[in-house]
Nanobody, 128 residues
Framework: QVQLVESGGGLVQAGGSLRLSCAAS????????MGWFRQAPGKEREFVAA????????YYADSVMGRFTISRDNAKNTVDLQMNSLQPGDTAAYYC?????????????????????WGQGAQVTVSS
């Protein structure tokens, strides 16, 4: 079992920044690729960003490319999502997730069903 706890959500004005963090416990963190997803009310959960076990590969949704950055610290068992130039359309609950993918192909990175463990979510609200 892997336990994931997100933090850092909140309310920010359009154009502002937030940093989400996800703390993992329970298993060897470096054995898991990590992803961030989001879900707005009435919409399906969508992929935001993902990072491979050693951080060598990262993937981003087109909608956040150039604005969001995913990073991980295997010594601290954390994965972060730095979000800049936030827009009202980024408003959603953000979830971190973990999967045991050795190489993390792009298709696996972007598919929610490939992830084995999920956090409880952190709300991000961007006002216009």
């Amino acid at each position: 079992q892997v336990q994931l706890v997100e933090s850092g959500g909140g309310l920010v004005q359009a154009g502002g920044s937030l940093r989400l963090s996800c703390a993992a416990s329970g298993r060897t963190f470096s054995n898991y690729a990590m992803g961030w997803f989001r879900q707005a009310p009435g919409k399906e959960r969508e992929f935001v960003a993902a990072i491979s076990r050693n951080g060598g590969n990262t993937y981003y949704a087109d909608s956040v490319m150039g604005r969001f950055t995913i990073s991980r610290d295997n010594a601290k068992n954390t994965v972060d999502l730095q979000m800049n130039s936030l827009q009202p359309g980024d408003t959603a609950a953000y979830y971190c997730a973990a999967q045991r993918a050795l190489s993390l192909p792009p298709g696996w990175a972007k598919t929610p069903t490939m992830y084995d463990y999920w956090g409880q979510g952190a709300q991000v609200t961007v006002s216009s």
